[in-house]
Nanobody
Framework: QVQLVESGGGLVQTGGSLRLSCAASGRAFSNYAVGWFRQAPGKGREFVAT????????DYTDSVNGRFTISRDNAKNTVYLQMNTLKPEDTALYYCAARLGYQMANREWEYDYWGQGTQVTVSS
């Protein structure tokens, strides 16, 4: 069992940066791949980024590639999402999710555990 808590969201101007954190409780977090997803008002939840269980590989949706960076510190049971050059279209509720296993994934149904989300709002 893994519990996930996101933090770091807030209000930022276009072009600004934020770093989201996803803190996990429970044992053996290094056995879990993690993903970040987001849901904008009136839209479905979409994939943002994923990282494998040891942090050696990652993947991003095209719209954030080159602006966002996912990383993890397994000693701290935490995964991060550094978001730079933010745009109004990045405004959403951001969720982290975890799945048991090494392999990263970019589909919602592949994840077993979800946090409650942290709001990111980018003003124009």
């Amino acid at each position: 069992q893994v519990q996930l808590v996101e933090s770091g969201g807030g209000l930022v101007q276009t072009g600004g940066s934020l770093r989201l954190s996803c803190a996990a409780s429970g044992r053996a977090f290094s056995n879990y791949a993690v993903g970040w997803f987001r849901q904008a008002p009136g839209k479905g939840r979409e994939f943002v980024a994923t990282i494998n269980s040891v942090g050696g590989n990652s993947d991003y949706t095209d719209s954030v590639n080159g602006r966002f960076t996912i990383s993890r510190d397994n000693a701290k049971n935490t995964v991060y999402l550094q978001m730079n050059t933010l745009k109004p279209e990045d405004t959403a509720l951001y969720y982290c999710a975890a799945r048991l296993g090494y392999q990263m994934a970019n589909r919602e149904w592949e994840y077993d555990y979800w946090g409650q989300g942290t709001q990111v709002t980018v003003s124009s």
